[in-house]
């Protein structure tokens, strides 16, 4: 009776190793251990086996058993391992081939939209001056939006703004807003790590208004730069370079006029010469506001956690529509966020261009 019972285990033994891929092992485990297998059989055949031998009988096929499973398990994981370093090796992807110019023939190209674009092209050229990208939230406590920039309760800029605030959060203790700016992102930026800090924050903002020229959401990009020795020269400098390169004019003209915002000092609103009959930039003796700068307030850098006295820096804030709008000539901006693919496809960047930084400037 043993014979059999060892022969059964040697030959599925081998079947188990001569096993080359899952299937092939599953047919020998059904073979063995499914419902007409051979070790199956032996073990229904107990009942047949003499009382005083049936205790070691089926003790015996137990072990021959639990060895096949063991050894079908074993078997299964190679197997496995195996078939999953043949499939990546079938699916390997060069990452460095350059992606193709034009899509495969029938395919609808897409386009990147003119936001993002944008987004795209000041991050390549702010880079290229050292700066990272730093984010935060767009719903936003009221102490970073406003206190921590020297805009306390009651301070009139509130009322500028046109804040949509958020019902209070039960427990939290402080208010929550739809952030009016990305100029929070600065606070945090700064509770964050030290200086010396080069960031820019590309991203949403919120205010109440709603016309041809207003839209409830719409995005900015601040700008953050803290150092030892940052003066006034150095936020000119780099705001000239990045208006010429982004709107790749090397002769653009650009006014520094004095303005105020409670988290600089001094202040100054950027404005960059244009045609106001033709809309053509860099001509003409009309002059167009683009952005808002200054250096960054004593009180702004001491709410921070930041020592006035040992750090300063500049900071700026820009609509990336409105910067959009004029480089594209798009006239009118309710339809950056109407999805009317006729509108993207004319507007948008090709997909697969990559973005390079032209040589104005
Ligand atoms: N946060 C200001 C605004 O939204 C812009 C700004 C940013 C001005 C940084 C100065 C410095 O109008």
């Known amino acids: 009776m043993s014979d ?28 063995a251990l499914g419902k007409s297998g051979t070790l199956t059989a032996l073990l229904k055949g107990l009942g047949a086996v003499a009382p005083e031998e049936r205790k070691a009988r089926g003790a015996a096929v137990n072990a021959v058993k639990q060895a096949v499973e063991r050894a079908l398990e074993e078997r299964r994981g190679a197997l496995e391992a195996a078939a999953l370093d043949a499939r990546l090796l079938a699916e390997r992807l060069d990452v460095s081939l350059p992606a193709r110019p034009h899509p495969p023939a029938g395919a609808e190209s897409g386009a ?9 092209e000041l991050t390549a050229i702010f880079g290229a001056m050292g700066f990272t990208v730093a984010e935060g939230p767009d719903i936003e406590s009221d102490w970073y939006n406003f206190n921590a920039l020297n805009i306390p309760a009651h301070h009139p800029a509130r009322q500028d703004q046109d804040t949509f605030y958020l019902p209070p959060a039960h427990g939290a203790g402080f208010e929550t807003v739809l952030r009016t700016h990305t100029s929070p992102v600065q606070a945090r930026t700064m509770l964050a790590g030290d200086p010396p800090i080069r960031v820019i924050v590309p991203g949403r903002t919120y205010r109440a208004d709603h ?85 960054v307030h004593p009180k702004v850098l001491a709410n921070c956690g930041i020592d006035p006295q040992e750090w300063q820096g500049f900071a700026f804030g820009m609509g990336i529509e409105r910067i959009t709008m004029l480089k594209h000539g798009i006239p009118d901006l309710r339809p950056f966020y109407e999805s009317d693919v006729r509108w993207l496809r004319h507007y948008g960047a090709p997909a697969l261009a990559p973005f390079t930084l032209h040589d104005a400037g």
């Not at 059999?4 to 599953?26: F, N, P």
């Open 4 to 31: 059999d019972l060892d022969a059964i285990r040697a030959s599925t033994e081998a079947a188990v190793a001569a096993a080359s891929d899952l299937r092939g092992l599953d047919a020998v485990r059904v073979g």
């Open 211 to 295: 016309d041809a020229t207003h839209s409830p959401m719409f995005h900015q990009v601040e700008g953050l730069v803290l150092d030892r020795q940052i003066t006034l020269g150095h936020l000119k400098g780099c705001l000239i370079d990045f208006l010429r390169v982004f709107f790749n004019i090397a002769d653009l003209p650009v006014r520094f006029r004095a303005s105020y915002f409670p988290f600089t000092e001094p202040s100054m609103e950027v404005d960059i010469g244009w045609d106001r009959r033709t809309g053509e930039l860099g001509r003409g003796s009309d002059w167009l506001e683009i952005l808002g700068s200054g250096m």
């Open 112 to 120: 990147i939209h003119p936001i993002a674009r944008t987004v795209e």
